[in-house]
Nanobody
Framework: QVQLIESGGGLVQTGGSLRLSCAAS????????MGWFRQAPGKEREIVAS??????????YYADSVKGRFTISRDNAKNTAFLQMSALKPEDTAVYYC????????????WGQGTQVTVSS
């Protein structure tokens, strides 16, 4: 069992930056991927970024809508994932969710509570 706690959401102006954090606890020994998703009102949940590691390397992926603006990273020592969000746009307004898998070849089956990000124009 893995528990995820998100933080860092808030209100920011267009062009501003926010850094989201996702702290993982519990039985994280087998987790090898974490991701950030978002859901805006009237929209389907979409993946924003993900990071996967195999012990010697890490692989990051980004949605086209955030490439060049967002960066995902992970601090292995602290079991924490981050999403650095820059050049924010009103279209980025959504509830952002952190997710983690339970081991290699598994889907994202652990989820955080979500944190609201609002970008004002």
């Amino acid at each position: 069992q893995v528990q995820l706690i998100e933080s860092g959401g808030g209100l920011v102006q267009t062009g501003g930056s926010l850094r989201l954090s996702c702290a993982a606890s519990g039985r994280t020994f087998s987790t090898d991927a974490m991701g950030w998703f978002r859901q805006a009102p009237g929209k389907e949940r979409e993946i924003v970024a993900s990071i996967r590691w195999d012990g010697s390397a890490a692989y990051a992926y980004y949605a086209d809508s955030v490439k060049g603006r967002f960066t995902i990273s992970r601090d292995n020592a602290k079991n924490t994932a981050f999403l650095q969000m820059s050049a924010l746009k009103p279209e980025d307004t959504a509830v952002y969710y952190c997710a983690a898998n339970s081991g290699p070849r598994t889907g994202y089956n652990y989820w955080g509570q979500g944190t609201q990000v609002t970008v004002s124009s």
